[in-house]
């Protein structure tokens, strides 16, 4: 009874053996994992103002493409991205001074990179990322003798430019 035991613990290391030393299906001598990774969207504007934008001389006596500022648009999205602005004081694509003591105004058009700002204010359109591309912000008003701002540096405005990822 004894030699029937070992026999059979011996035939059950071998087959255990054998088992161990048969390689797993499907494995092979080289492998592979493929890794990808992803860059967020991020889109930035920089709007340099012009020294000269804060203090205008003489708003009476008008000016043409008088440079207020340089945007920098930064924007990564495939797709592209949208520019606007809008002025506080009319609410849309265009600017007013306004005199902040007796509301008396004195309107402005604005060009973006040498085009003038259409309706809807939207000044780029681009349908690819950018990095780092200047923009200059021109304004023109026209002569108007009679302004009277109440004090001096009264007419204001302020122009904000938004930036969207498509």
Do not use: W
């Amino acid at each position: 009874m004894k030699y029937f035991t070992l026999v059979q613990a011996f035939l059950t290391l071998l087959l255990a053996g054998s088992y161990l030393s048969v390689p797993l299906a499907g494995a092979a001598p080289m492998g592979q994992v493929t890794i990808t990774g992803n860059v967020p969207i991020a889109c930035d504007l920089l709007v340099q103002q012009e020294a000269g934008a804060a203090s205008i001389p003489d708003i009476s006596a008008g000016h043409a493409n008088r440079h207020v500022a340089t945007v920098i648009e930064t924007c990564n999205s495939p797709d592209g991205y949208i520019v606007t602005v809008t002025g506080a004081n009319s609410g849309d694509h265009n600017g007013i001074f306004v005199d902040t003591v007796s509301t008396d105004s004195h309107p402005f058009t604005i060009r973006y990179n040498g085009v003038s700002v259409s309706p809807g204010g939207v000044v780029t359109d681009s349908t690819a990322p950018a990095f780092d591309v200047q923009k200059n912000v021109d304004i023109t008003y026209p002569a108007d003798e009679t302004l009277t701002g109440t004090v001096a540096d009264s007419y204001e405005e302020t122009l904000t430019f938004t930036m969207t990822a498509k």
